[in-house]
C-alpha cells in the first residue's frame, strides 16, 4: 500500500492534526448546540448574567450535573466564559449574539437543528449514494424544515427588504404601490410574510411542494393577521397559477429542484411582461477551487446531504447543488426564456440575481 511507503512529514502531520482535533471537537459539540438552544440554556445564561451551574440549572429547570457538563464544554469551546475566581459562567455580548439572540443579525441557533437532521437521515443518504437515487425535501427528518426557516430568516430579516429588493430594477416602487409577489418553494413562508410585512399595499402567494411546510406558513399568516393578502398554496414551481405577477422570488430553493430550467420557464409564463425573478441562491464562486473557504465548506456539506439529494428525488435530476454559482445560473435562466440576467448584489452567504423575461 502506497501509506506504508509515503514519508510522513512530521511538522505537517501535527498541523493536520491540530486542525482535525478542533473540527472533531465541533462536530462532538454539534448536538450540545442543539441542547443548549432547545432547553434555552444560552438564552438564560445571557439574560441573567454571570451564574453557577446550579442557578443555571434552577433557572431552566434542568439537572445541575448535566447543566455543569454542558458548561464546561461551552466554556473549553469558546461559546461561553468561565470564571474561576467566583466559579461563574456568562457570555459575552458576542457570543450572546450568536447562540441567544433571535434577532440578531448573526445567530447561529438553528445550526444544532440542522446538523441533527442530517444525521438523523444518513442511512437514507447512504443508501442514496449507492443507488444514484434521491431523498426528496418532502421526506426528511422534520428538524430539517424548522431549522431551515429559523436558519435562513436571519439573512432575509436583516438584508431582504433593506439590501435585496432595493438592488432589482424598479421594484421597491412597484412593491410599495401595490404589487404582485409569488414566493416559490417557500418553506413556511419566513421571506414572505418579511415582505409583506413591509409592503402592505402588495398581495403575497407562496408556493411550496411539502404540504407540511405549507402548513406552518399558512398558521404562521393567520397568527400575524396577514391571511387576508399573503396566501400559501402547496404546489411545484412548475404548476403555479398565472398571476401576472410583479415580482417572483426563489429563495434557496431553485437548486433544490429537479427541473430548474422547467421551474424558471413555467414560472416567467406566470409573470407580468416586465416583471422581475429574483433568485436567492448560497454564495458561490463559478470554479471549485475558489469555494475552498469556510463558506464553502458548509454549503458543499449541505449540498451534498440535503440539497443534491433533494434534486435527484425530482424529475430530470439535474442536481445543481447549493454551490452552482453564476455562470451555471445564469444558463439555467436564458434556457428557460429569460433574456436579462444579473447579480444584483451579494452578502458572504448569498448571490441575489435578477432575471427578467
Ligand atoms: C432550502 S428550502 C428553502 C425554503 C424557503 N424558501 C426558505 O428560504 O426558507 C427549499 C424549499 O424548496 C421546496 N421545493 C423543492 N423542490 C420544489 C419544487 N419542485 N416545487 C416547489 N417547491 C420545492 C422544498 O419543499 C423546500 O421548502
Request: net charge negative.
Amino acid at each position: 500500500m502506497a501509506l506504508q511507503n509515503a514519508t510522513i512529514d512530521p511538522d505537517k502531520l501535527n498541523a493536520f492534526m491540530g486542525k482535525m482535533l478542533s473540527d472533531v471537537g465541533a462536530a462532538m459539540n454539534a448536538s450540545l448546540l442543539l441542547i443548549g438552544d432547545k432547553l434555552g440554556l444560552y438564552k438564560a445564561l445571557a439574560e441573567a448574567g454571570p451564574m453557577t451551574s446550579q442557578q443555571l440549572a434552577e433557572k431552566t429547570g434542568t439537572s445541575e450535573r448535566y447543566i455543569r457538563e454542558w458548561l464546561a464544554a461551552q466554556a473549553a469551546s469558546d461559546y461561553v466564559v468561565y470564571d474561576p475566581g467566583t466559579g461563574h459562567f456568562s457570555m459575552q455580548p458576542e457570543q450572546a449574539a450568536v447562540f441567544a439572540d433571535e434577532d440578531s443579525p448573526v445567530f447561529l441557533g438553528a445550526v444544532g437543528d440542522l446538523v441533527a437532521a442530517t444525521l438523523r437521515d444518513e442511512p437514507a443518504i447512504s443508501d442514496a449514494f449507492r443507488t444514484g437515487k434521491g431523498v426528496g425535501w418532502d421526506k426528511r427528518d422534520k428538524c430539517l424544515f424548522c431549522g431551515t426557516a429559523r436558519f435562513f430568516r436571519t439573512a432575509y430579516r436583516h438584508h431582504l427588504v433593506q439590501e435585496w429588493l432595493p438592488a432589482l430594477e424598479g421594484v421597491m416602487e412597484k412593491l410599495e404601490q401595490g404589487a404582485t409577489v409569488a414566493d416559490i418553494g417557500c418553506g413556511h413562508g419566513v421571506s414572505t410574510m418579511i415582505m409583506a410585512r413591509a409592503f402592505p399595499n402588495s398581495r403575497f402567494y407562496g408556493f411550496d411542494y411539502h404540504p407540511g411546510s405549507i402548513d406552518d406558513a399558512r398558521s404562521a399568516a393567520e397568527a400575524a393577521g396577514m391571511a387576508d393578502r399573503v396566501t400559501f398554496e402547496v404546489s411545484t414551481a412548475k404548476t403555479v397559477p398565472a398571476r401576472g405577477y410583479d415580482l417572483v422570488c426563489f429563495f434557496d430553493c431553485l437548486h433544490d429542484m429537479g427541473d430548474p430550467v422547467g421551474a424558471m420557464r413555467h414560472v416567467r409564463s406566470t409573470m407580468a411582461p416586465e416583471g422581475t425573478c429574483m433568485l436567492v441562491e448560497p454564495f458561490a464562486n463559478d470554479r471549485l477551487e475558489d469555494n475552498f473557504n469556510p463558506v464553502g465548506r458548509v454549503y458543499y456539506a449541505a449540498s451534498t446531504v440535503i440539497c443534491t439529494p433533494a434534486s435527484l428525488d425530482q424529475e430530470v435530476g439535474l442536481a445543481l447543488g447549493a454551490q452552482a454559482g453564476e455562470a451555471r445560473l445564469r444558463k439555467v435562466a436564458n434556457e428557460a426564456g429569460f433574456t436579462r440576467f444579473r447579480r444584483a448584489t451579494e452578502t458572504p452567504f448569498n448571490l441575489i440575481l435578477e432575471a427578467r423575461p
